[in-house]
C-alpha cells in the first residue's frame, strides 16, 4: 500500500510486474520458502536515488555501530525472530497479509501465497498462486478471499498483461477466488471499478460481503478513471453466489473535493480518493485515511456510509495512508506514508513528526462526534539515508487496558509500540535487518500484524517472518484467539 503523489502512468508501471505473464496456477509445495508499490516521492522526502553523499554518509552511521550492518539482523531482548520463509515462486513484491484459522494469506505483485501457520516456529507453504496485477492487496471471509489489482491490466484473469492506462479496454478492480480448498484456489469472479483497487475494505455480514474499495489519482487521458474522483466504490458480493458479484454504489466523500494540495497547502497531496479505510464493524464506525484528509465515517449502515468528521494535518501529514482503532474505538491512529514508501525519511534530517502516525481520540457522540489530536509517533531508530522507511500497515496486540500497536515500517524494521497516554507514545520493542548491499534497493517490512499469539510480517523482498514478543507489558494478549483476521476489518477483541 503506497503512495504519495507520483505520475499515474509511472504507478501503473511499477505496479504491473509485466514480466510475469501466466495462467492460473495453485502451485502447491509441500514446505519451504513465502498502497502500495513504492511510489517515488515527488517532495523532498526521496527521490527513489541515493546520492553518493548519502551512500557515504550510511556507510559511516555502520561503521560507527549506529545502523545494522549490510543485512545483519538486530531486535530488542523483547523480540525473537522465529523463522523466515523467502518468496518462492513468486518474485514481485511482498504486500499485505490476512488470516484464517491455521493460515496466513500473503500477498505479492504476481498473486499470492497460502502458508500453514498452524506451528509458527515451522510454517510451510501450502500453495502459491500466479496471478499478476499489483498491488494484490488481500483480504478473507469464510470461503473468500480478495485481490486488489490497482495496475491497468488486458482483461481481468489472470493471465493479463500490462497495458497503458489510456488503452479503452483497460481492466482494473476486485478479483474474488473461492479458497475452500486451500491447496487448490479458484479464480470465481471479478468486478472492475473506477481508477482500480488500489486497496479495499471488507464489511463482512452474514449473507453478503460488502467490499469498500480505495482508489485514487484520475486523470483526463484515462477513459475508466477521469476526474471528480471523490469518493470510493462499494462492491457487494452474495457468499452463497460470490459469481454475482456487483458494484452498487460510489458515495462522494468529499463533496468539496477535499484537500487542494499545492500549492495552498505545500507538501500536502491533493485528495482525489482514499488510500484506505478501517471499519469497526461491531461500533459501527470507520475512519478513511484519504490522501489529503483523514475522515471519521458511520457505517452504521455498510452500503450506506457517511462522513461524520474530517481532519487535515498541512504541517506534517504529506500522505494519509492508513489507520488503526484503539480496543474501545476511542482512538485512531493515522499513518502518514511520506515519500510514498521509497524515501528515506526515518533520519534525523526529516526529524520525528514528518512521515509519523497521528493519534487522534473520538470525542462526542452520533454525528456530533470529532477527531481531536493528541501526539505524533516516529520509530526513535533512525535508519541509514539508503534505506526507504515510513509508517505502514499494522494492527493492535490486544491486552486488556492497553492501547499496543505493532507496526511495520519499511526498512525501519517491525516496532511495538504503545500509545495508553495519548501524550507520550513510546517504542517497546522492535525488529529489523540492515541496509541492504545494493543501496537502490526498495524493500523492507510492508505488512505487521499480531495474530493469535504471533507477529507476522511480510518483507517485500525477504520474504515471510515470524516474529514472538515477550514482555510483561503485552503479557494476555496470546490468550486472545480469533478465527480470521483481516487488519482493515477491526475485531471487538473484548
Known amino acids: ?17 509485466a514480466a510475469v505473464v501466466g495462467l492460473l ?75 484464517q484459522g491455521r ?45 486488489s489489482t490497482d495496475s491497468s491490466r488486458s ?14 479496454n483497460s481492466w482494473e478492480g476486485i478479483k474474488v477466488f473461492d479458497i475452500s480448498d486451500k491447496r487448490n484456489p479458484r479464480y470465481v469472479a471479478s468486478v472492475e471499478t473506477a481508477c482500480g483497487s488500489h486497496t479495499h475494505t471488507l464489511v463482512p455480514e452474514r449473507g453478503n460481503v460488502y467490499v469498500y474499495v480505495s482508489s485514487y489519482f484520475p486523470d483526463e487521458s484515462y477513459p475508466d478513471c477521469r476526474p471528480p474522483h471523490d469518493g470510493i466504490s462499494i462492491v457487494k458480493v452474495p457468499r452463497g453466489a460470490p459469481e454475482r458479484a456487483a458494484l452498487i454504489d460510489f458515495p462522494v466523500l468529499f463533496p468539496d473535493g477535499g484537500n487542494p494540495g499545492a500549492p495552498e497547502n505545500p507538501g500536502v497531496t ?20 484519504c490522501m489529503g484528509d483523514g475522515i471519521l465515517m458511520d457505517v452504521s449502515d455498510p452500503a450506506e456510509p457517511r462522513v461524520v468528521d474530517r481532519v487535515q494535518d498541512n504541517e506534517n501529514f504529506a500522505f494519509w495512508h492508513s489507520a488503526t482503532f484503539s480496543e474501545d474505538g476511542r482512538k485512531v491512529v493515522f499513518t502518514d506514508e511520506l515519500g510514498g514508501g521509497v524515501g528515506a525519511t526515518c533520519n534525523a534530517e526529516v526529524g520525528a513528526e514528518r512521515g509519523a502516525n497521528g493519534i487522534y ?74 541496509p541492504y548491499a545494493d543501496p537502490d534497493a526498495i524493500g523492507g517490512s510492508w505488512s505487521a500484524y499480531y495474530y493469535n499469539g504471533h507477529i507476522y510480517s511480510n518483507d517485500i523482498q525477504m520474504g515471510f517472518d515470524v516474529l514472538r514478543i515477550r514482555d510483561r507489558r503485552t503479557a494476555g494478549a496470546e490468550r486472545v484467539k480469533l478465527g480470521e483476521f483481516n487488519a482493515q476489518t477491526q475485531p471487538d477483541y473484548r
Open 103 to 147: 493460515y496466513a494469506f500473503a500477498g505479492n505483485y504476481d498473486g499470492f501465497t497460502v502458508y500453514d501457520i498452524g506451528r509458527p516456529k515451522s510454517p510451510k507453504v501450502v500453495s502459491q498462486v500466479l496471478c499478476p496485477g499489483g498491488q494484490n492487496d488481500i483480504s478473507v471471509s469464510g470461503d473468500l478471499l480478495f485481490l
Open 270 to 289: 491533493e485528495t482525489t480518493g482514499c488510500h484506505d479505510i478501517t471499519v469497526f464493524p461491531e461500533k459501527g464506525i470507520a475512519a478513511g485515511a
Open 1 to 17: 500500500m503506497t503512495s504519495l503523489p507520483r505520475p499515474r502512468a509511472r504507478r501503473r508501471r511499477l505496479g504491473a510486474t
Open 155 to 168: 482483461d481481468d484473469s489472470c493471465a493479463s498483461t500490462a497495458q497503458s492506462p489510456t488503452e479503452k
Open 361 to 434: 481520540h473520538i470525542t462526542g457522540r452520533g454525528d456530533d462526534r470529532e477527531l481531536v489530536f493528541k501526539s505524533y509517533f516516529k520509530i526513535p531508530r533512525h535508519q541509514a539515508d539508503t534505506e526507504n522507511c515510513v509508517a505502514h500497515n499494522g494492527s493492535l496486540i490486544p491486552v486488556k487496558g492497553r492501547d499496543i500497536m505493532v507496526q511495520a515500517w519499511y526498512q525501519g524494521g517491525v516496532s511495538v509500540w504503545e500509545f495508553t497516554d495519548s501524550s507520550k507514545p513510546r517504542e517497546i520493542g522492535y525488529f529489523e535487518r540492515g
Open 25 to 99: 496456477a495453485a502451485l502447491t509445495a509441500a514446505a519451504g520458502p513465502a498502497a502500495a508499490v513504492p511510489g517515488p516521492d515527488e517532495q523532498s522526502a526521496g527521490s527513489g536515488k541515493v546520492s553518493q553523499r548519502d551512500r557515504s554518509a550510511a556507510e559511516e552511521a555502520i561503521r560507527s555501530g549506529d545502523i545494522p550492518g549490510s543485512d545483519e539482523i538486530v531486535h530488542s531482548r523483547n523480540v525473537s525472530h522465529l523463522a523466515n520463509l523467502p518468496k518462492g515462486a513468486l518474485k514481485g513484491l511482498n504486500t499485505d497479509l490476512a488470516f
